[in-house]
């Protein structure tokens, strides 16, 4: 299987601040890779699918980016309602496996 | 508006056994392929399962396979997950999720919508 690794595992940023998280994968996937945010205690929602394409109403401060094995998430200008775990997943070969989120929390 | 609600899970011994429902409502649930995902505080997201529209193609991640079962009924719009000879490492939240894909490129796929997720905990 094809390993997800998500770096930082955790982070701490202001609102307003701009975020990269990156993602990493242990074989090239190409561009299949989608990012999904998770607020506690619910299910994790779609972002980003195929490294860059929004998926319809996300706000466009999240951006996407990357082919290959390294791919990462933007947030410019974090709003509150974004502290939250993200969660990057490849799609290339099945099991369309998940990396083990990256948790941002208010400073 | 498009909403997956799963029902099912519970607490059981290792060895037994749940099945786990999915309602769909809101989209044209035979046309969409259907899977299940779990998530455990340890591991994290898991792809378990998937099925397609008619129910023909069925999918398992190594770990599940001869133990857990998917299955769909497209007239009742719902999807399920038979779950046997559960173990310790299976207890977690399992959520269904539509299967979305680009028309032309099927790896290209996302989940959207996810259900609220069903707890299943596995312990004596």
């Known amino acids: 299987d094809i390993q997800m690794t998500q770096s930082p595992s955790s982070l701490s940023a202001f609102v307003g601040d701009r975020l990269t998280i990156t993602c990493r994968a242990s074989?090239?996937?190409?561009?299949?890779l989608n990012w999904y945010q998770q607020k506690p205690g619910k299910a994790p929602k779609v972002l980003i699918y195929?490294?860059?394409t929004l998926q319809s109403g996300v706000p466009s401060r999240f951006s996407g980016s990357g082919s290959g094995t390294d791919f990462t998430l933007t947030i410019d200008s974090l709003q509150p309602e974004d502290f939250a775990t993200y969660h990057c997943?490849?799609?290339?070969?099945?099991?369309?496996?998940f990396g083990q989120g990256t948790k941002v929390e208010v400073k | 508006e498009v909403q997956l609600v799963e029902s099912g899970g519970g607490l059981v011994q290792p060895g037994g056994s749940l099945r786990l429902s999915c309602a769909a409502s809101?989209?044209?649930?035979?046309?969409?392929?259907m899977s299940w995902v779990r998530q455990t505080p340890g591991k994290g997201l898991e792809w378990v399962a998937n099925?397609?529209?008619?129910?023909?193609?069925?999918y398992y991640v190594d770990s599940v396979k001869g133990r857990f079962t998917i299955s769909r009924d497209n007239a009742k719009n719902s999807l399920f997950l038979q779950i046997n000879s559960l173990r310790a490492e299976d207890t977690a939240v399992y959520y269904c999720?539509?299967?979305?894909?680009?028309?032309?490129?099927?790896?290209?796929?996302?989940?959207?919508?996810w259900g609220q997720g069903t707890l299943v905990t596995v312990s004596s």
């Open positions: 999720a539509r299967d979305r894909s680009w028309f032309g490129d099927l790896r290209k796929k996302w989940f959207d919508p």
């Open positions: 809101g989209f044209t649930f035979s046309a969409y392929w």
């Open positions: 099925i397609k529209q008619d129910g023909s193609e069925k």
């Open positions: 074989q090239s996937i190409n561009s299949y």
């Open positions: 195929a490294a860059s």
């Open positions: 997943q490849q799609t290339y070969t099945t099991p369309g496996t």
